[in-house]
């Protein structure tokens, strides 16, 4: 039996104290590679619990890829730490790095497309607002117009009740254990990379490819080189890279959820390069099969950088995010937000105080998670007889993998219905990858309707 105790009196639900019992016996070795985990039946009796409970919390450390389920086997350890840090673990013993081609000029990029602002996108950034929470929304910002604002500057930290509200939501939602003093509120996912690259010593910075185009693009701006990393190959050399920015939750824009080898394998790498992993948690709340993922972050808070952001659960004009750094690098974003008067804007910081306090963010997490559930199996249905889904259904979009000519086509047929949808190609450097990103959460029921039957019309003929 495993050395496991559920606490009944715990708010937290039993499969996740069980899930994250799991997950530190594997990871301090009790567990090992191969090891068989006992059935969910045998659990349940040894624990006094109903088998559900089992079965969710294996569900869930399979989807992590902490166990793997055998048919007519049994369940089993599938990583460990010492197995994910090791070079001969990886799936292609002859290259140990993961590196790829560095991009040094900024004269490569593609140049950005302008569209009509009428024009509806189905793009990856452009969340569901149900309309029946606009009153609380309204609500927030009321309040906002009544509170006294601060006098001189922001706190460059960030408004303090905002960062104990962020705090208890990350400890609830993401595992992590903060204080609010530890959270550094920006505005916005960017801008907290932007705070985070100057602080770092010289050198390139990693960023997954294909991957987050803005991402990249900063990182040329502060003069630093882009080194590739293939997005769904284990990482187990940093080279000289002082930093690898990824989005582990829910690769974008694959969609793929790194494995937990990958992720130890990644920190392992990390260390050895004295170089920090930056976490965007992007689209971590929307899974529809089991619970979020847990952070890279609580596997190794001395490593990792933390960044997330409103703008999927709430909406991306909204400009604000949070930052969590290793504290000698929160030490030093800090002394330089303070000197420059960086911060976030305020009435944003008041409103989402009040979208926090009042529950408005979860009812709205709920909402969407339900649009997208419904609507991720109606556009996989279209799109399956013409290409390959790049990753698991979850979030607000899905990738499909198809030849450019092929994705060329189908675009130029979403914009004659008045639609615009996103090629692969553009969020790709060196990987060559090519196909659609269908996003589905910015439209309404009968505009995807609309936009996949010009796309699959283009793909039939």
């Known amino acids: 039996m495993?050395?496991?105790?559920?606490?009944r009196t715990s708010s937290e639900p039993l499969p996740a104290q069980l899930a994250e019992q799991v997950r530190s016996l594997v990871l301090s070795g009790t567990l090992r590679t191969g090891d068989r985990v006992p059935s969910s039946r045998a659990l349940a009796t040894d624990l006094g619990v109903s088998r559900a409970v089992i079965e969710q919390?294996?569900?869930?450390?399979a989807a992590e890829g902490w166990l793997e389920a055998r048919r007519g086997s049994g369940t089993y350890v599938t990583t460990t730490r010492a197995a994910a840090a090791a070079p001969q673990v990886t799936t292609r013993p002859t290259r140990v790095t993961s590196r790829a081609t560095r991009v040094t000029s900024r004269a490569t990029p593609v140049t950005p497309r302008r569209f009509p602002r009428s024009l509806p996108r189905l793009d990856t950034g452009t969340p569901f607002f149900d309309p029946r929470l606009e009153p609380g929304w309204r609500r927030a910002w009321r309040e906002v117009s009544v509170a006294a604002p601060p006098r001189g500057y922001d706190d460059p930290l960030g408004l303090p009740e905002?960062?104990?509200?962020?705090?208890?939501?990350l400890g609830r939602t993401r595992g992590m254990d903060l204080h609010p003093d530890e959270i550094i509120v920006t505005a916005g996912t960017t801008d907290g990379l932007r705070a985070v690259l100057p602080e770092l010593r010289p050198g390139p910075v990693a960023v997954e490819d294909p991957?987050?185009?803005?991402?990249?693009?900063?990182?040329?701006?502060?003069?630093?080189?882009?080194?590739?990393?293939?997005?769904?190959?284990?990482v187990g050399d940093l080279g000289d890279a002082v930093a690898a920015y990824v989005t582990p939750a829910h690769q974008h824009p694959l969609g793929r959820v790194m494995p937990a080898a990958d992720r130890l394998a990644l920190i392992a790498a990390a260390r050895k390069a004295d170089a920090v992993v930056i976490e965007d948690d992007y689209d971590s709340e929307f899974r529809y099969d089991v619970a979020p993922v847990p952070t890279m972050a609580t596997l190794d808070r001395d490593r990792v950088v933390y960044l997330g952001t409103a703008a999927k659960s709430v909406v991306p004009t909204l400009r604000l995010g949070w930052l969590v750094a290793p504290p000698d690098l929160h030490e030093l974003i800090l002394h330089r937000r303070t000197i420059t008067h960086a911060g976030a804007a305020w009435p944003s910081q008041r409103a989402?105080?009040?979208?926090?306090?009042?529950?408005?963010?979860?009812?709205?997490?709920?909402?969407?998670?339900?649009?997208?559930?419904?609507?991720?199996?109606?556009?996989?249905?279209?799109?399956?007889?013409?290409?390959?889904?790049?990753?698991?259904?979850?979030?607000?979009y899905s990738t499909w993998l198809l030849p450019e000519p092929d994705a060329v086509r189908a675009r130029a047929a979403a914009r004659a219905a008045g639609f615009e949808i996103n090629l692969l190609s553009t969020y790709a450097r060196t990987s060559g990858l090519t196909g659609l990103v269908v996003?589905?959460?910015?439209?309404?029921?009968?505009?995807?309707?609309?936009?996949?039957?010009?796309?699959?019309?283009?793909?039939?003929?």
């Open 2 to 7: 495993l050395p496991v105790t559920l606490d």
């Open 352 to 396: 989402l105080l009040t979208l926090l306090r009042d529950g408005w963010l979860d009812r709205a997490v709920r909402s969407a998670r339900r649009v997208y559930a419904e609507r991720a199996p109606r556009v996989a249905e279209a799109m399956s007889p013409y290409a390959t889904l790049a990753g698991p259904l979850a979030g607000m």
């Open 439 to 461: 996003g589905f959460g910015g439209i309404s029921d009968t505009e995807l309707d609309q936009a996949l039957a010009a796309v699959t019309g283009a793909l039939g003929r």
């Open 57 to 61: 919390a294996y569900d869930q450390l």
């Open 162 to 169: 905002l960062r104990e509200a962020l705090a208890a939501r």
């Open 211 to 234: 991957g987050y185009r803005a991402a990249a693009e900063t990182v040329l701006t502060y003069g630093r080189e882009v080194i590739d990393l293939p997005a769904v190959e284990t």
